[in-house]
């Protein structure tokens, strides 16, 4: 296909989303207001059902009229779906189709390969809970909260499920790496910000969290040391 070819595709895909846009209707002006907002409510419902992630507010405002309040059209969905398995609820700065809880054995009995941490083991779940308390933390502030080294290879898959990014770099010496969490794990814990993590002291008081080791292991770090995690 020749420049253009391709100039004249491009322009004929751009003309066709303009006509889209035009003739989508979001206002449904023409239909009484118990309709409408039934209207509303479908569309709000089958754009988050047909997403894999989280829809933000802003996505949902492009399909409905300017003056719905999406809010009250997802507790109405939700009112909707009390006796059903699955609700609508907020995570990671949207709204997303989730089983509800009170099911998760029969999932977990079905042997559906649905949980978050499908692959990992108890090790690298607390390294991605301790990710998630003290980001932006280096592998070895890491390794002193568990009191045993946490290995390259448990953040590099970490990293490749998109759940753990890399941060900025840390002023303790060398600069190395650290590590904080991302969208993927908000949305695969069923959180809407880092506040709604677990209080952190029960972690704490069961031993599988040491903030103090933490602590003195900055005070007793070699200014030598040069650990740098990029590669991971």
């Not at 118990?34 to 894999?52: D, H, K, Q, Y």
């Not at 949902?60 to 999406?70: F, H, P, S, Y």
Request: charged letters at 25%; a negative charge; aromatic letters at 6%.
């Amino acid at each position: 296909m020749s420049g253009a070819d391709v100039a004249k595709a491009g322009g004929r895909k751009k003309r066709a989303a303009g006509q889209d846009e035009v003739l989508f209707d979001r206002e449904l002006g023409s239909l009484p207001p118990g309709l409408r907002w039934r209207e509303w409510m479908n569309r709000i419902e089958a754009v988050i059902f047909a997403s894999a992630t989280p829809v933000d507010r802003a996505t949902l405002a492009r399909v409905v009229g300017q003056d719905c309040n999406i809010e009250l059209i997802i507790d109405d969905i939700r009112e909707e779906l009390r006796g059903r398995p699955f609700d609508l609820v907020a995570v990671a700065g949207g709204w997303h189709h989730r089983t509800k809880s009170v099911y998760a054995s029969a999932i977990r009995a079905s042997g559906s390969a649905t949980q978050p941490m499908a692959g990992f083991n108890q090790q690298d779940a607390m390294v991605l809970i301790a990710i998630g308390y003290y980001q932006p933390v280096t592998r070895s502030e890491l390794s002193a909260m568990f009191s045993k080294e946490v290995s390259r290879d448990t953040i590099a898959g970490l990293r490749q499920a998109k759940l753990i990014a890399s941060g900025p770099r840390s002023p303790t010496p060398g600069a190395p790496y650290t590590y904080v969490t991302t969208p993927e794990f908000l949305s695969a814990f069923g959180f809407d910000t880092l506040r709604d993590l677990p209080d952190i002291e029960m972690l704490e008081d069961s031993g599988l969290l040491n903030r103090k080791s933490v602590a003195d292991h900055d005070d007793t770090m070699d200014p030598r040391s040069t650990e740098d995690d990029e590669g991971d």
